[in-house]
């Protein structure tokens, strides 16, 4: 079963009175440990799509269904509860929080949920990004490459089914973008994870396993990945 | 000009765009110069522009003639036979209660029929007039419109402890007789008035016109006329010293108001501090675009100065408002403590505009410095910076504490000196250090307590709690404002709170000691208004006789003037009262001693504020006119006394019937056998004494009244602490919007972590809670140190009285934590605002 599967989805904005459609009539599933890369221009949609497969929004039309629960069905309460158990959230800026250490920052998400003894959890998957030692870093004293891996350590810290990763590595140098993708392949090999990646680089979309184009709102290419995609040309 | 027009659209449109953190602003400022305004407004009606009823009828008359007690009217003749053209207006003068309304207005005695002057006033085309014939001059009143609206009706007076029946023979109409208001007084010829007031062969006083034509130094020919002890003062001279001694009443009240602003500076440098904060990139921009440093502070502070521009014509408007509930609060203070006023009107002056104006925004663009001076330093590089940071925060934290102790020991230093006349001027520089030295430290005290609650707060609070308490130490450079802001508010709330606590408590205790008496009778009416009214002394000796009756402290009280300053001359039974009461003394030796040599000679006590006043001491010896001389009298000892501001002299009863043989009594104390019922005799002295007026008081009655107008008289410190506090809590309601605005992404970050709104809505009160509770913590140790200020200082040097320190643990817990809830309500809205925000938006923000 998918862990995330959208189903027709259209998404349309009101700007200055007129509607303005985001995505026409998506359709993407995405399975347990699979890699999904989603590339195109800045305002294809690749923000909106990941938005609704985290439950952080509505489709206009369509369905979301998230392992199994569909979010039109889910009030707030529901979805916070969904988010928290199942879903886990890698932003361009990282977005740790500047007064928390790298292991509070990691320990947030547990804690949010109620959950107590986080502390060893928490180390646990600082070790895993190999940040460890950093875990009584304040953010400020880290580097972006620093700050994004400790960003993936809270993202899966709750063991979340599904992965949304907006533009992980379009703040990173070269050297770190690297490290950052070999992280996130590992997440999904190792912890069985389903990632949905939006990305420019076509460059990080070969670590993944499909590959999604997408152009005014509506999937242009779909592609398997692998070794013989990495030799297709994908620009 | 277009330099200004780019400095509008950066910094005037952000302004517009975020009205209710404007319009908060605005209106802390606002109520900060509403409170001053309304002080200054009102201070003005009720005592500055302040004449007492007495002084009603003065006219234009050059100078007056009085002696303590009144004087034979005998001396009249000596007057008019002066070889001068000088024109002579006598008087008697006392008060009468209204049956009719319950209203006590002053009654004047003229000399209808052979006073020229009063021909000469209505000659000045004013409108009242005495037609007096075919009237019986015995039963005929002029009466003020308020107190009779036509002739021939008949008026019922309670004048002393008699009810008497008057005709109206006239009503005195709009401004009245010699250009006086005369809406609530009385006018009887002077021979009625005096049989009414018990003054027969007697003068209050002879208002004294000098010739236009022949000039002499009026003064000293009229004194050599007159017998020694009689006082010769221009006219106005008793206003004046009201004046004087309602100044320390006054100043007290106008730093009060003060209060309100400080707290209002805090929010305006707040607010410029965040607005510096939010538009670093911008001042970058400006700065590499070519804009001065000047111009960056010039932009800043016009902003701060249109904040407080704002703020002062809405303050303006709101303090008028204001003002005429503070005349109502602040008359009666006057009324209860000082003497009897007349509220006058409220008079908007140009120089109060410009005091308003120069409260709110020059305030403004003080506070508004220190975060333009931060702004002017913005590098043009930094145009380039990404994120926000916050205002120069942990900079200088040590070094302001330092500072902060610096100025709470020169604080301590400036509370040792004496007062500058009779202001407190160091006991108030020493409250302004020990704020400013609060301020300096709060940095220190939000970073180091926060710091160590952390873990506290997550214990109690989960992690919203531990989530709030790191971002107030994160953003210290505001968290430390708010909590300065709000802790001084509190600081004032704490200090006044200790202050009136023990001074009630003070006053408790004393009336413990000294009211032991079983019964209290005084002519009925409004004490504070008719002060001086007096029974038959014959009552005294009927009551005396009464078998249930052990004793009878007959007290007479005279007002008197001392070194040009209002005081009451008090003669009562000292050994009785030695006996009986149990009157304290702060120096002189045992009380019973003391009061037992009282009767010996010619000496007197006095009480603590005249002595402080008037720097009086144990062995000083002092002298007074009475009965047509100057006395020596040497001063035996001090009594702690709280009965009034202006001081008592107390002399014995018979010592001072031999200079001023009026037997007639202000009030009694009555003590009762063991085991009599003391209202049973209440009621017994009623049924014996048909016709007469009495208030009559069981000792429970009188000590509940005397603390029913004690606390009322502290109304209006109990107001402007209100607005302190709402000024301080409405601050803070923008602030934790601006934070929540600032924060939008950490918020959304949260959101997308798996923060419900619920939590969103508890991080955000949690931290409005804590700011509170730091802001409590700190504002009550502050408020302990300005509550010593108070008490041992200002208190002191204000107004003589010696206060007992005692914390008034109920009071304090129920503003506390009044406080407290009003800066958790303050951090609603901005909760409400932070749980409702779109996170997808707010994460992608950048």
């Excluded at chain 2, 001694?245 to 410029?272: D, K, Q």
């Excluded at chain 2, 160091?426 to 301020?439: E, I, K, M, P, T």
Aim: charged share 20%; with cysteine; hydrophobic share 50%.
């Amino acid at each position: 079963m998918a862990v995330v599967s959208i189903r027709e989805v259209v998404k349309e904005y009101r700007a200055q009175d007129a509607p303005v459609r985001a995505l026409d009539g998506v359709s993407l599933e995405v399975e347990a440990g699979e890699f999904v890369s989603l590339v195109g221009r800045s305002g294809c949609g690749k923000t909106t799509l990941l938005n609704l497969a985290g439950a952080m929004d509505f489709p206009t039309a369509g369905r979301v269904v998230i392992d199994g629960e569909d979010t039109a069905r889910l009030d707030d309460a529901a979805l916070t509860a969904l988010r928290r158990r199942k879903v886990g959230f890698v932003f361009q800026f990282f977005q740790l929080l500047p007064t928390l250490t790298a292991a509070e920052n990691v320990e947030l998400p547990l804690q949010l949920a109620g959950e107590s003894d986080v502390r060893a959890r928490a180390l646990e998957r600082l070790r895993l990004v190999e940040m460890e030692s950093y875990a009584d870093r304040f953010p400020h004293q880290l580097s972006g490459g620093q700050m994004q891996r400790v960003a993936i350590a809270r993202s899966i810290v709750h063991g979340p089914k599904l992965l949304l990763a907006d533009e992980p590595i379009g703040n990173l140098d070269s050297t770190s973008a690297e490290v950052v993708m070999q992280l996130l392949r590992r997440v999904a090999d190792e912890l069985g994870a389903a990632i949905l990646m939006a990305t420019h680089s076509l460059e990080a979309a070969k670590i993944t396993d499909t590959l999604v184009r997408l152009r005014d709102g509506r999937i242009e290419e779909r592609r398997r990945l692998g070794a013989a995609a990495e030799r297709v040309p994908l620009g | 000009m277009s330099r200004w027009r780019v400095f509008y659209r950066l910094l005037g449109r952000p302004l517009l765009h975020d009205p209710v953190r404007t319009g908060l602003t605005v209106l802390a400022v606002a109520l900060g110069v509403a409170v001053v305004v309304a002080i200054d407004l009102a201070g003005e009606a009720s005592a500055g522009s302040f004449r007492s009823s007495m002084e009603t009828l003065t006219g234009q008359a050059d100078l007056e003639v009085t002696a303590v007690g009144g004087f034979d009217e005998r001396l009249l003749g000596d007057l008019v036979r002066l070889p001068h053209n000088l024109a002579f207006s006598p008087r008697v003068e006392g008060f009468a209660r209204v049956m009719e309304t319950g209203a006590t207005v002053p009654v004047f005695g003229l000399d209808l029929v052979g006073d020229a002057t009063l021909e000469r006033a209505q000659a000045g085309g004013a409108e009242s007039t005495f037609d007096f014939e075919g009237m019986d001059l015995e039963t005929a009143v002029w009466a003020g419109e308020a107190v009779a609206a036509e002739p021939g009706r008949t008026l019922r007076l309670q004048i002393n402890d008699r009810v008497l029946e008057y005709r109206v023979a006239g009503v005195l109409r709009g401004e009245g007789f010699q250009g006086v208001s005369v809406r609530d007084v009385v006018i009887l010829d002077i021979a009625a008035a005096q049989r009414a007031l018990g003054k027969l062969g007697r003068l209050d006083r002879v208002q004294v016109y000098e010739p236009e034509d022949e000039s002499a130094d009026w003064p000293a020919v009229l004194r050599a006329a007159l017998p020694e002890g009689a006082e010769v003062v221009p006219i106005g001279s008793a206003a004046e010293e009201n004046r004087k001694m309602l100044g320390a009443f006054r100043w007290n009240l106008r730093v009060l108001s003060y209060l309100s602003l400080i707290v209002g500076a805090f929010l305006i440098y707040n607010t410029i501090a965040v607005s510096v904060v939010r538009r670093r990139p911008e001042i970058g921009v400006l700065r590499a675009l070519g804009a001065t440093r000047g111009d960056v502070r010039l932009a800043f502070l016009a902003e701060a100065a249109v904040l407080g521009a704002a703020g002062t014509v809405v303050g303006l408007a709101l303090g008028r408002i204001l003002a005429n509930g503070a005349v109502e609060l602040m008359s009666l203070t006057v009324q209860t403590l000082y003497v009897t006023s007349a509220p006058g009107r409220i008079v908007i002056t140009p120089a109060r505009l410009l005091t308003a104006a120069v409260a709110g925004v020059g305030v403004a663009l003080l506070s508004a410095w220190l975060p333009a001076k931060e702004a002017a330093a913005v590098a043009p590089t930094e145009a380039m910076a990404r994120g926000r940071r916050d205002f120069e925060a942990g900079r200088g934290v040590g070094r302001r504490l330092a500072w902060g102790g610096l100025l709470a020991l020169l604080a301590a230093l400036a509370s040792l000196a004496p007062p500058v006349g009779s202001i407190p001027v160091f006991g108030y520089l020493a409250a302004v250090l020990l704020l400013a030295a609060s301020a300096l430290a709060a940095r220190w005290f939000v970073r180091t307590a926060s710091g160590l609650g952390t873990r506290l707060a997550f214990r109690l609070f989960g992690i919203e709690g531990f989530l709030g308490s790191r971002s107030v130490a994160a953003a210290l450079g505001r968290t430390a404002v708010l909590v300065g802001a709000l802790s001084t508010a509190t600081a004032m709330l704490v200090s006044i709170g200790v202050m009136v606590g023990s001074f009630r408590e003070t006053v408790l205790v004393w009336m413990d000691r000294q009211l032991r008496a079983d019964l209290f009778l005084r002519p009925a009416g409004d004490p504070a208004t008719d002060r001086y009214a007096t029974m038959d002394a014959a009552l005294a000796d009927a009551i005396e006789a009464l078998p249930e009756v052990a004793a009878v402290d007959r007290f007479r009280a005279y007002p008197i003037r001392y070194d040009g300053m209002p005081a009451n001359l008090g003669a009562g039974d000292a050994r009785l009262h030695g006996e009986r009461a149990g009157i304290r003394f702060l120096e002189g030796g045992d009380a019973r001693q003391i009061l037992s040599c009282l009767p010996t000679g010619p000496y007197v006590v006095v009480s603590e504020p005249f002595a402080r006043k008037h720097d009086v001491w144990t062995g000083d010896h002092i002298r007074l006119p009475l009965g047509g001389r100057e006395v020596d009298l040497e001063n035996l000892g001090v009594f702690y006394d709280y009965t009034s501001e202006r001081g008592a002299v107390i002399i014995d009863r018979k010592v001072l019937m031999q200079y001023l043989p009026d037997p007639a009594v202000s009030s009694l104390a009555v003590y009762l056998e063991p085991g009599a019922d003391a209202e049973a005799v209440r009621d017994e002295i009623v049924a014996r004494n048909p016709g007469r007026e009495l208030y009559i008081a069981t000792n429970g009655r009188l000590r509940t009244e005397a603390i029913a107008i004690f606390d009322r008289t502290f109304a209006i410190t109990w107001a402007l602490e209100a607005v302190a506090v709402t000024v301080a809590v409405l601050g803070m309601a923008g602030a934790l919007l601006a934070l929540v605005i600032d924060r939008k992404r950490e918020i959304a970050v949260l959101r997308f972590l798996g923060a419900s709104a619920g939590q969103i809505r508890k991080l955000i009160l949690t931290e409005s809670g804590l700011l509170g509770l730091l802001s409590i913590t700190l504002g009550t140790a502050l408020g302990t140190a300005l509550s010593l200020v108070l008490i041992y200082v200002i208190n002191k040097q204000s107004f003589g009285w010696t206060i007992q320190f005692h914390w008034p643990v109920g009071l304090l817990l129920a503003a506390l934590t009044g406080v407290y809830l009003a800066s958790v309500a303050a951090g609603l809205y901005p909760a409400r605002l932070a749980a409702r925000l779109n996170p997808i938006e707010a994460a992608h923000e950048e």
